[in-house]
């Protein structure tokens, strides 16, 4: 890659030491007047597109090193009007403003879906908190990019009115009709969720108290609490796991420490007894050390940790989370979404705030769920799958399953499931695991041989040693003359009378008898040692009843060392000898009557080589059983890896299946919805699954796959970078578009139309400026009609228009006006023409509403008030009584909401021609209006121009119309972004308005109490549903439809304001017909600059657009070859 740093200027600011008088005179000068030395802003210098490694992101963040030196150019130059100087502001503002966009992945699942765990492991690390206590699952967690190497937090509390509202109504929760204390230990139970989250919060509160206390003393009775309520924690760590015991401190729940706590005082006496039983054979060291370490964990004790303090868990409404995670530094950011309805109101506020805003929703369910029947069914009701559908949002990229825990899996029972048993891949995998159970029941059968054999080889060694040791002792004693009775080697009468001699010793044997226990007793004791070194040394561990046999290499080299001449053999134990006497019938041959050195030399001698055969058979065996020992090893090795690839084959066969379940339900879903509404789809291509089977760091060692890409912890990854491309390519577009085309303004108007008349100026000027420099009335005050956007959820939409200045810049001149008194010029002859259009706009829209929903509205206000009795009492009747009446204390809102159950048979009815309105491009014949309106008028411009200005009028014209598409393009991409926020709060009001139709009816049920209290209220609810129904449901067509309406009328506002700065800006571009050059010297050389720097950035953005298209066309080929290979 070749590449040149540009400085935006080829001027060169000599050294001070060398400047002239007239030099430094000149750039004093230049300064005082505003035309600063060249700007230091660099940016690259490609020499050719093919020198780029393009991404969206370098695209962006090179664009705005170009436009910084576009600014510092830009304030070098004297304009020639204040129009322009703001005009050209806005557009810098606008340039610098656009960032790169970010896309918003809600993560939802049931409780225990893994969904903390499956976050951590596309993040790489342990980031997001996995505790099993409810802050982890009722808090909405959002986790975003940034480039710092830290891990930075947010923890937002609940507001004092907040936890004032919850608290009323968790009081309410934990007693009854006649005020008395709900049973709170089942935790599942309303009472128990109640009082687990005021007791986190105030621990040393008990129930009874909690019941005669009113809300202000609750909030009053921690100092703590409401010291936190409304503020934010800041937390920042250089490591996950320094991070998770920080944010820790106001997620964890207490109460499992808290038991633990209890739990260690009930045994406080048993482990008091225990420490001083220890105690009382501990030495002196021993107790230091004790004593040393209690003290360190004193020490060392988190200050914060206080056991008995409150949690703050259930205080929490938000947690925001910035990561360097690679998975989300293309834009995504993920957002995990409560597993369950949560019981503060504005924890759920902000989840389904975040369900409006999200661009992606992932859906999390173990694997097990998804090959049951229904399953994208189950794990979306109708109403959500509605919301979708209406919200535009019911494709394969919004939405993305992912079946989780595919590494809990029993292979018998998916090959029996599924069919498995004759599949290749498996037969070859069993086939691999059969040879493997062959070749291990033979290394086991060699094992088992060499030990056996080992055994013998030992037993008559140990036979042979003893009498090779007494013919030794015997040859000795023969050399010395002495006496000598042979015990081992003795004929067999002999051994008999020894037997009974030793049963019942008498004087003359006793000596002798001694003699040889006392040397026995030596040699016992030095072969004890011999067995204990053995025993120390040895590593063999294969026979447990038999402790005689070693098959250390230490003992096999002390045998091998061992002498013949060996002193130790001599020292053999008489238990030894006994034993040998008892069961050996090693010793073949007697003793001759009589007994000389030379047979016993013999005797010796061939003991001898016998024991040494016996030590050569013996490591012979130790060998075998070693080969044997390793190849077992090795084999366990091999079988638990091919079980691993068995497990891997059931998961990913299970996953495929799966797969296929979840597409078929959507098929199912969309014909749900809506069957004409299918039949225009191509279901038939959606595929919206990936199979989670990743594990987090920590978890050890994979249980089922060997190879990462298995777990789909990459794919998914990559998904979320996939999910990003289209969004971060547009931007990356429409920047470098817009970029350009200021570019060339800049440069146009800095380079001037040349050589033309002062008169030719005039007659242009005259007709077609709108303002002179000193009068400061408002042009625009006749144009802008008032309008009333009260209610409507578009605050904010022109600042993002118009990059969040102010309007009506021209509020600062002074008009020009006709004899009529009428203004006139460019702008404000654009507005009258763009009222007309934006006009027929919102009549547009506003018919494209009536027209696809109004009759769909009525229909389903019918449809919804004929199911809504029958809708009320299934309702009441599918739940236990106390979590009725906690709904109704919610006004329909708790675990389910019956606002919603009653609205479904209406949101029915309309989702589907709801989706087809939106679905439509509602601005198309708005941009086509428009865009003639501006042609129109520049043609008139061409028009009125003399001979001398036509061909230049012409062709400035085209460069205005080129500036005008690119503003009227970006200005209808954020309308269109605001009208589809809309569609989407007016989507949702429709269970808010039933809920507030029937406040009266939840209220007067509430007041019943006492006997039969629950059966009067379930009547009088079903009562007031009967006789409102049809109210409710035809207010309702008339509040949507009304706020559509309004919507369009507050879009057309928005675009009124859009277009009166687009008119500034075609009056702009145009000017340069009739605004003549300066004379000044030194703007000359600045303007020389300036077009030097604006050409160099019109070619590189040129260089970057065409990478951007050379990476599309090489991702394409990409994708093609993939798809190929598969």
Excluded at 617 to 624: D, P
Aim: proline letters at 3%; hydrophobic letters at 35%; glycine letters at 6%.
């Amino acid at each position: 890659m070749k590449l040149v740093p540009y400085t935006g200027s080829v001027a060169v600011k000599p050294e001070p030491s060398t400047l002239l008088a007239e030099d430094v005179e000149m750039q004093d000068s230049l300064q005082s007047r505003g035309a600063a030395a060249a700007p230091s802003v660099q940016f690259t210098k490609f020499v050719t597109f093919n020198d780029i490694n393009y991404t969206p992101e370098g695209a962006l963040q090179e664009g705005l090193d170009m436009v910084k030196a576009i600014s510092q150019n830009v304030k070098r130059l004297e304009l020639g009007s204040k129009l322009r100087r703001d005009v050209w502001d806005r557009e810098i503002e606008s340039l610098k403003n656009q960032a790169a966009p970010t896309t918003m992945i809600a993560v939802c699942g049931a409780t225990g879906a893994g969904k903390s765990s499956i976050l951590n492991a596309i993040l790489d690390d342990n980031i997001v908190p996995t505790s099993g206590m409810r802050a982890c699952t009722a808090v909405v967690t959002e986790i975003g990019y940034h480039v710092k190497k830290t891990i930075d937090g947010d923890v937002s509390f609940l507001s004092e009115k907040e936890w004032r509202d919850e608290l009323a109504v968790l009081l309410d929760d934990l007693v009854d009709e006649d005020g008395n204390l709900k049973r709170s230990t089942d935790l599942r139970s309303d009472a128990g969720v109640a009082w687990s989250k005021v007791h986190a919060v105030y621990p040393t509160v008990t129930q009874e108290q909690l019941v005669k206390m009113s809300v202000d003393q609750i909030i009053t009775r921690d100092p703590r609490i409401s010291e936190i309520l409304g503020t934010v924690k800041r937390i920042s760590s250089n490591d996950s796991k320094t991070f998770a015991k920080e944010i820790g401190k106001y997620i964890d729940s207490k109460d499992q420490k808290r038991g633990e706590k209890k739990k260690d005082k009930k045994g406080k006496g048993k482990e008091k007894e225990k420490a001083q039983e220890v105690s009382k054979g501990a030495s002196l060291l021993a107790k230091f050390r004790q004593d040393l370490t209690a003290r360190t964990k004193a020490n060392n004790a988190d200050k914060d940790d206080d056991l008995d303090g409150p949690a703050f868990w259930p205080l929490i409404r938000q947690v925001n989370v910035r990561c360097n995670a690679e998975a989300l530094s293309t834009g995504a950011v993920l957002v995990d979404l409560p597993g369950v309805a949560d019981a503060n109101a504005a924890r759920n506020n902000i989840a389904k705030d975040y369900m409006k805003k999200c661009d992606c929703i992932w859906i999390l369910a173990p694997i097990t769920r998804a090959v049951d029947d229904k399953t994208a069914r189950d794990l979306m009701g109708d109403a959500f799958k509605m919301q979708l559908m209406m919200d535009g949002n019911y494709d394969d990229n919004a939405i993305t399953f992912i079946a989780t825990k595919c590494d809990d899996i029993s292979c018998s029972e998916v090959l029996r499931a599924l069919n498995l048993e004759e599949d290749p891949e498996l037969e070859a995998i069993e086939d691999q695991l059969d040879t493997c159970k062959v070749e291990t029941d033979d290394a086991k059968d060699r094992k088992a041989n060499a030990e056996a054999a080992a055994k013998e080889i030992d037993k008559t060694l140990k036979t042979l040693r003893p009498m090779l040791s007494e013919y030794k002792d015997h040859l000795k004693a023969l050399k010395n003359g002495e006496s000598f009775t042979p015990v081992l080697t003795a004929k067999k009468p002999q051994n008999k009378k020894k037997r009974a001699r030793s049963s019942t010793p008498n004087s003359d044997d006793e000596a002798s008898a001694g003699k040889k226990r006392k040397r026995s007793s030596g040699g016992a004791e030095k072969s004890s040692k011999r067995r204990k070194h053995a025993d120390m040394d040895d590593d063999d561990d294969f026979i447990d009843d038999d402790e005689e046999l070693e098959f250390s290499d230490e003992e096999v080299e002390a045998d091998d060392r061992k002498t013949d001449d060996e002193s130790g053999d001599e020292d053999e134990s008489d238990k030894e000898s006994s034993d040998t006497e008892s069961g050996d019938n090693g010793a073949d041959e007697e003793m001759e009557e009589e007994v000389t050195e030379d047979s016993l030399q013999d005797k010796i001698e061939e003991y001898d080589n016998a024991i040494k055969e016996g030590r050569v058979a013996l490591s012979e065996q130790r060998r075998l059983r070693k080969e044997a020992v390793d190849q077992l090893a090795t084999l366990r090795k091999k079988q638990d890896g091919l079980q691993r690839e068995k497990n891997a084959f059931c998961s990913l066969k299970r996953s495929e299946f799966s797969r296929d379940v979840l597409k078929e339900d959507f098929r199912v879903g969309l014909k749900d919805l809506d069957d004409a509404a299918a039949e225009q789809r191509d279901p038939d291509s959606f595929d919206p699954t990936i199979m989670l089977r990743g594990q987090v760091k920590g978890d050890g060692e994979p249980a089922c796959f060997s190879n990462i890409e298995d777990t789909g912890v990459p794919e998914l990854q990559k998904w979320c970078h996939s999910l990003t491309v289209s969004s971060r390519e547009r931007a990356a577009r429409n920047f470098l578009t817009h970029l350009k085309t200021f570019a060339n303004s800049v440069r146009t108007y800095v380079q001037g139309i040349g050589d033309v008349t002062v008169v030719d100026r005039e007659i242009m000027r005259e007709k077609w400026e709108s303002s002179m420099p000193d009068d400061h009335e408002d042009p625009f005050h006749d144009f802008m009609m008032p309008f009333d956007m009260s209610g409507l959820n578009l605050t904010g939409l022109a600042d993002q228009i118009l990059g969040g200045s102010s309007l009506y810049k021209m509020a600062e001149h002074a008009p020009k006006v006709d004899r009529f008194g009428e203004p006139v010029g460019v702008t404000p002859r654009l507005i009258k023409d763009f009222q007309k259009v934006v006009d027929d706009c919102v009549h547009h829209l506003q018919n494209s509403f009536r027209d696809g929903l109004e009759e769909k509205c009525q229909a389903g206000a019918a449809n919804a008030a004929n199911a809504a009795v029958e809708t009320s009492d299934s309702f009441a009747a599918s739940m236990h009584w106390a979590t009725y009446r906690a709904t109704l204390r919610r006004h329909g809102s708790w675990r389910q909401d019956l606002n919603v159950e009653l609205g479904n048979p209406f949101t029915r009815q309309i989702a589907s021609s709801w989706s087809k309105v939106f679905e439509t491009d509602l601005f198309a014949s708005f941009e086509k209006a428009a865009n003639d309106t501006i042609k129109a008028l520049l043609k008139e411009i061409e028009d009125s121009a003399t001979i001398g200005l036509k061909e230049r009028a012409k062709g400035q014209g085209e460069l205005s119309l080129d500036e005008a598409k690119v503003a009227l393009r970006k200005t209808l991409d954020i309308v269109r972004d605001t009208i589809n926020m809309e569609q989407k709060e007016v989507s949702r009001c429709l269970a808010p308005h039933v809920q507030n139709q029937l406040v009266d009816g939840y209220d007067r049920a509430m007041e019943e109490r006492g006997t039969g209290s629950v059966a009067r209220q379930k009547a009088l609810f079903h009562n007031h549903v009967n006789g409102i129904k049809h109210e409710v449901f035809e207010g309702a067509a008339e509040v949507i439809m009304g706020r559509l309406s309004k919507a369009a009328e507050a879009v057309g506002q928005a675009l009124e304001e859009a277009l009166a700065e687009l008119a500034e800006k075609i009056e702009v571009s145009v000017a340069v017909l009739w605004e003549g050059p300066r004379d000044d010297p030194t703007q000359v050389k600045v303007r020389t600059q300036v077009v030097q720097v604006m050409t160099e950035i019109d070619q590189q953005v040129h260089n970057w657009t065409q990478a951007a298209i050379q990476n599309a066309q090489l991702k394409k080929d990409a994708d093609m070859i993939a798809s190929g290979s598969d």
